[in-house]
């Protein structure tokens, strides 16, 4: 099992930066990509950005320039989130997989006042 929990949500305003972190416990042996999804309000679940054990990133179209995916080692995952736009505002969720398993943390808010 592994245990994925996220941090660093919060309220900004348009033009502002937060940095999330997702902390990964457990049997992360198993996971070899890690992402970033976000869910705002009335709307699905999308994949914001992901990155490999390779280090090889993906970043959706409305997320490209601003937003950054990193990892400390393998147990920590960033998004550093520059130049917030209020249609960013959502709970954004960590998410691991590797070739048997998905794992979900429990998200963090982000709310970006116009």
């Known amino acids: 099992q592994v245990q994925l929990v996220e941090s660093g949500g919060g309220l900004v305003q348009a033009g502002e930066y937060l940095r999330l972190a997702c902390v990964a416990s457990?049997?992360?042996?198993?996971?070899?990509?890690m992402a970033w999804y976000r869910q705002a309000p009335g709307k699905q679940r999308e994949l914001v950005a992901t990155i490999a054990d390779s280090g090889t990133t993906y970043y959706a179209d409305a997320v490209k320039g601003r937003f950054t995916i990193s990892k400390d080692a393998k147990r920590t995952v960033n998004l550093q989130m520059n130049t917030l736009k209020a249609e960013d505002t959502a709970v954004y969720f960590c998410?691991?997989?590797?070739?048997?398993?998905?794992?979900w943390g429990k998200g963090t808010l982000v709310t970006v006042s116009s």
């Open positions: 998410w691991g997989g590797g070739y048997v398993a998905e794992y």
């Open positions: 457990g049997s992360i042996f198993s996971i070899n990509t």
